[in-house]
């Protein structure tokens, strides 16, 4: 059993080695799954009730298919997707609540919980490539 120093958290993981970094990382990839699934749902009933939810209309799609990119990119270690990920995260959110403020009190524990899951992601790539280097120097150095 481990003790309250030594356990991991979800909402902010312990990154030592690379499959530390992968795993932060995959956090941001799935947060990018998630946000462009739900975005394609809410779009297409937007397209068959005929209006929009949550300042969410038909042309959601498109903002759909840039989290799918982004969430392709993070998956790769992308650390440039992990941060536009975040970003475009935060500014939809920011014009979402600002459009309708109603929304705010509901969708605000789920945007924190996307927006740890993209930090996460920038935490993880970034933690993966510099881990990686620093393995790869160890390597070149051993066989010297």
Request: without cysteine; aromatic residues 14%; hydrophobic residues 55%.
């Amino acid at each position: 059993m481990a003790t309250e120093g030594t356990r991991d958290s979800w909402y902010w993981p312990k990154i030592t080695n690379i499959a530390d970094a992968a795993k932060a990382s995959d956090q941001g990839f799935w947060a990018a799954v998630l946000v462009a699934g739900i975005t394609t749902v809410i779009a297409t009933i937007t397209v068959f009730s005929g209006r929009e939810i949550a300042a969410i209309n038909p042309y959601a799609y498109i903002d759909a298919a840039l989290f799918a990119l982004i969430a392709w990119r993070i998956r790769r270690r992308s650390r440039a997707f992990a941060v536009v990920g975040l970003v475009l995260f935060l500014f939809e959110k920011i014009y979402q609540f600002s459009v309708e403020p109603q929304v705010a009190s509901v969708g605000a524990i789920m945007a924190i919980f996307f927006v740890l899951l993209f930090i996460n992601g920038i935490r993880g790539t970034f933690a993966f490539h510099r881990l990686a280097q620093k393995s790869l120097g160890s390597t070149l150095q051993q066989d010297v």
